[in-house]
Protein backbone atom coordinates (compact mmCIF):
# COMPACT_ATOMS: atom_id res chain seq x y z
CA UNK A 1 0.00 0.00 0.00
CA UNK A 2 0.81 3.68 -0.93
CA UNK A 3 1.52 5.39 2.32
CA UNK A 4 1.80 8.80 0.63
CA UNK A 5 -1.77 8.30 -0.28
CA UNK A 6 -2.79 6.66 2.30
CA UNK A 7 -1.51 9.56 3.86
CA UNK A 8 -3.22 12.38 1.53
CA UNK A 9 -6.37 10.56 1.30
CA UNK A 10 -6.84 10.30 5.13
CA UNK A 11 -6.17 13.94 4.83
CA UNK A 12 -8.52 14.84 2.53
CA UNK A 13 -11.22 13.06 4.25
CA UNK A 14 -10.17 14.36 7.62
CA UNK A 15 -10.45 18.30 6.34
CA UNK A 16 -13.71 17.48 3.80
CA UNK A 17 -15.48 16.59 7.30
CA UNK A 18 -14.66 19.91 8.81
CA UNK A 19 -16.35 21.24 5.14
CA UNK A 20 -19.14 19.04 5.63
CA UNK A 21 -19.86 20.43 9.10
CA UNK A 22 -19.72 23.62 8.70
CA UNK A 23 -21.49 24.34 5.82
CA UNK A 24 -23.83 21.94 7.88
CA UNK A 25 -24.38 24.00 10.10
CA UNK A 26 -24.69 27.15 7.95
CA UNK A 27 -27.54 25.46 5.39
CA UNK A 28 -29.35 24.47 8.66
CA UNK A 29 -29.22 27.93 10.20
CA UNK A 30 -29.98 29.67 7.15
CA UNK A 31 -33.26 26.99 6.86
CA UNK A 32 -34.76 27.20 10.09
CA UNK A 33 -34.27 31.01 10.39
CA UNK A 34 -36.07 31.12 7.17
CA UNK A 35 -38.57 28.87 7.95
CA UNK A 36 -39.38 30.79 11.92
CA UNK A 37 -38.64 33.68 10.35
CA UNK A 38 -41.06 33.26 7.78
CA UNK A 39 -38.84 35.05 5.36
CA UNK A 40 -38.20 34.87 1.37
CA UNK A 41 -36.03 32.23 -0.07
CA UNK A 42 -33.09 33.95 -1.07
CA UNK A 43 -30.24 32.91 -3.44
CA UNK A 44 -27.74 32.32 -0.69
CA UNK A 45 -30.21 29.66 0.74
CA UNK A 46 -30.07 27.61 -2.29
CA UNK A 47 -26.11 28.26 -2.70
CA UNK A 48 -26.22 27.33 1.55
CA UNK A 49 -27.63 23.80 0.49
CA UNK A 50 -26.23 23.25 -2.51
CA UNK A 51 -22.16 24.10 -0.96
CA UNK A 52 -23.30 21.26 1.92
CA UNK A 53 -24.68 18.76 -0.79
CA UNK A 54 -21.51 19.43 -2.46
CA UNK A 55 -18.86 19.18 -0.55
CA UNK A 56 -20.96 15.90 1.42
CA UNK A 57 -20.69 14.38 -2.16
CA UNK A 58 -16.95 14.78 -2.13
CA UNK A 59 -16.57 13.94 0.83
CA UNK A 60 -17.89 10.32 0.37
CA UNK A 61 -16.12 10.73 -2.71
CA UNK A 62 -12.95 10.62 -0.74
CA UNK A 63 -14.13 8.06 1.47
CA UNK A 64 -15.24 5.66 -1.30
CA UNK A 65 -11.61 5.71 -2.49
CA UNK A 66 -10.24 5.21 1.22
CA UNK A 67 -12.40 2.42 1.53
CA UNK A 68 -11.79 0.25 -2.01
CA UNK A 69 -8.13 1.32 -2.15
CA UNK A 70 -6.48 2.13 1.19
CA UNK A 71 -8.40 1.25 3.85
CA UNK A 72 -7.29 -1.50 5.95
CA UNK A 73 -10.44 -2.31 7.84
CA UNK A 74 -12.53 -2.47 4.36
CA UNK A 75 -9.71 -5.02 3.09
CA UNK A 76 -10.45 -7.15 6.46
CA UNK A 77 -14.05 -6.60 5.93
CA UNK A 78 -14.18 -7.39 1.96
CA UNK A 79 -11.43 -10.58 2.26
CA UNK A 80 -13.92 -11.88 5.75
CA UNK A 81 -16.93 -10.31 6.02
CA UNK A 82 -18.05 -12.79 8.85
CA UNK A 83 -15.20 -12.42 11.35
CA UNK A 84 -15.09 -8.57 10.23
CA UNK A 85 -18.46 -8.42 11.63
CA UNK A 86 -17.79 -9.77 15.01
CA UNK A 87 -15.48 -7.14 15.79
CA UNK A 88 -16.44 -3.75 16.33
CA UNK A 89 -14.16 -2.35 15.08
CA UNK A 90 -13.90 -3.68 11.74
CA UNK A 91 -17.81 -3.68 11.53
CA UNK A 92 -17.72 -0.14 12.05
CA UNK A 93 -14.97 1.08 9.59
CA UNK A 94 -15.81 -1.87 7.14
CA UNK A 95 -19.73 -1.65 7.15
CA UNK A 96 -21.51 0.86 9.47
CA UNK A 97 -19.66 4.23 9.33
CA UNK A 98 -19.71 3.86 5.03
CA UNK A 99 -23.57 2.65 5.27
CA UNK A 100 -24.74 5.86 7.73
CA UNK A 101 -22.72 8.13 5.28
CA UNK A 102 -24.59 6.86 2.06
CA UNK A 103 -27.75 7.14 3.96
CA UNK A 104 -27.06 10.72 5.73
CA UNK A 105 -25.73 11.67 1.96
CA UNK A 106 -29.18 10.26 0.37
CA UNK A 107 -31.17 11.68 3.06
CA UNK A 108 -29.39 15.13 1.81
CA UNK A 109 -29.85 14.87 -1.70
CA UNK A 110 -33.25 13.77 -1.19
CA UNK A 111 -33.83 17.23 0.92
CA UNK A 112 -31.75 18.90 -1.67
CA UNK A 113 -34.35 17.93 -4.47
CA UNK A 114 -37.78 18.81 -2.38
CA UNK A 115 -36.37 22.14 -1.52
CA UNK A 116 -35.72 22.74 -5.15
CA UNK A 117 -39.01 21.17 -6.21
CA UNK A 118 -41.34 23.25 -3.23
CA UNK A 119 -42.26 26.31 -4.78
CA UNK A 120 -43.16 28.65 -1.90
CA UNK A 121 -40.07 29.97 0.51
CA UNK A 122 -41.84 28.54 3.45
CA UNK A 123 -42.02 25.30 2.13
CA UNK A 124 -38.47 25.32 1.04
CA UNK A 125 -36.81 26.66 4.22
CA UNK A 126 -39.33 23.65 5.92
CA UNK A 127 -37.65 20.91 3.99
CA UNK A 128 -33.97 22.13 3.85
CA UNK A 129 -34.21 22.25 7.90
CA UNK A 130 -36.09 18.93 8.16
CA UNK A 131 -33.98 17.02 5.81
CA UNK A 132 -30.52 18.37 6.26
CA UNK A 133 -31.34 18.45 9.91
CA UNK A 134 -31.79 14.37 9.72
CA UNK A 135 -28.76 14.13 7.52
CA UNK A 136 -26.57 15.56 10.01
CA UNK A 137 -27.65 14.03 12.27
CA UNK A 138 -26.99 10.67 10.70
CA UNK A 139 -23.78 12.00 10.11
CA UNK A 140 -22.64 12.83 13.77
CA UNK A 141 -23.93 9.63 14.25
CA UNK A 142 -21.57 7.66 12.00
CA UNK A 143 -18.22 10.02 12.71
CA UNK A 144 -15.70 8.09 14.78
CA UNK A 145 -14.96 11.20 17.10
CA UNK A 146 -11.93 10.75 19.30
CA UNK A 147 -12.80 9.94 22.88
CA UNK A 148 -14.91 6.95 21.63
CA UNK A 149 -13.88 3.91 22.55
CA UNK A 150 -12.26 1.45 19.91
CA UNK A 151 -13.12 3.23 16.90
CA UNK A 152 -12.23 7.31 18.13
CA UNK A 153 -10.03 8.82 16.00
CA UNK A 154 -8.01 12.18 16.08
CA UNK A 155 -10.04 15.67 15.33
CA UNK A 156 -7.00 16.74 12.79
CA UNK A 157 -5.00 14.70 10.76
CA UNK A 158 -2.64 16.20 8.57
CA UNK A 159 -0.45 13.79 6.41
CA UNK A 160 -0.01 11.37 9.18
CA UNK A 161 0.38 14.00 11.50
CA UNK A 162 -2.31 14.08 14.18
CA UNK A 163 -3.60 16.55 16.42
Known sequence: ???????????????ARWAVVITSIIAIGRAYRGWFGKR?????????GLLFVTLFDTQVLIGLILYFFF?????????????????PVDRFFGLEHLLL???????????RIRTRKAVEAL??????????????????????????????????RFFGIAF
Do not use: C
Not at 1 to 15: I, Q, S, Y
Not at 101 to 111: D, F, K, P
Open 123 to 156: SKHKQAALFYSVSVLVILFAIPWEGLPDIGRPLF
Open 71 to 87: SVASQVTLSNFGTAMKD
Open 1 to 15: MNVFLDNLFLTLHNL
Open 40 to 48: EWAKMDDRA
Open 101 to 111: MVVALAIAHVG
